[in-house]
């Protein structure tokens, strides 16, 4: 298996709303991340997981918070978000202890709405 | 300067000619060098990795790195229609330490292959 899945594909909330992205992995990767990507801009990073504890946090506002309960699964728990954090939002996961030379693995990303 | 710096473009050649895309990057630390193509509205695809000087070739891609020059380089030979696509340019900034480090994007090339 060789992919990054998330759900769901495409999500449309209320600013009053909680929601939850997911994504699932089962490649043995040790690092996964949290990108957000707005249109014709280069992915953003917000959060990093290594070895299931959160290593980084790219001054993220509180209204979104990750979990990692295991090795495989990386959550995004969302709440209260603003019309401005629309955007797609993408998972990725890469291998650790390769001397940084592997890429990520990237999901096919979810499609947020905030309305 | 910014860390990873590519031309937005776009960049438009002829179907059957040969697209090249430049990036150059401000850390000499930086170790491994990735390309990613992105179809708008989906996520991120790695196509092509290089992490030594030279070229490295895979079908009608060759990355060509320059660390002397910090420079990395995406060739597209016999482009197609089907390359359209934004190229994002990746810089991994120090080799890994078993922590998650952070691929540093660019902002993207936007390439278009005219028929």
């Known amino acids: 298996d060789t992919e990054v899945t998330q759900t769901p594909k495409h999500l449309v909330m209320g600013m009053t709303n909680k929601k939850s992205l997911k994504c699932e992995q089962h490649m043995g990767h040790r690092a996964m991340y949290w990108y957000k990507q707005k249109a014709k801009k280069p992915p953003e990073l917000m959060f990093v997981?290594?070895?299931?504890?959160?290593?980084i946090n790219e001054s993220v506002p509180s209204r979104f918070s990750p979990e990692c309960p295991n090795s495989s699964l990386l959550n995004l728990h969302l709440h209260a978000l603003q019309p401005e954090d629309s955007a797609l939002y993408l998972c990725a996961s890469r291998t650790l202890g390769l001397t940084g030379r592997s890429g990520y693995t990237f999901g096919s990303g979810t499609r947020l709405t905030v309305v | 300067q910014k860390e990873v710096e590519q031309n937005s473009g776009p960049l438009s050649v002829p179907e059957g000619a040969i697209a090249s895309l430049n990036c150059t990057y401000s850390d000499r630390g930086s170790q491994s060098f990735f390309w990613y193509r992105q179809y708008s509205g989906k996520s991120p695809e790695l196509i092509m990795f290089?992490?030594?000087?030279g070229d490295k070739e895979d079908g009608r891609f060759t990355a060509q790195l320059n660390k002397a020059s910090q420079y990395v380089s995406l060739l597209i030979r016999d482009s197609q229609p089907s390359d359209s696509a934004t190229y994002l340019c990746a810089v991994n900034p120090r080799p890994g330490t078993g922590t998650a480090s952070k691929l540093t994007f660019g902002t993207g090339t936007r390439l278009q292959v005219t028929l």
């Open positions: 997981y290594s070895y299931e504890k959160l290593s």
């Open positions: 290089i992490y030594s000087n």
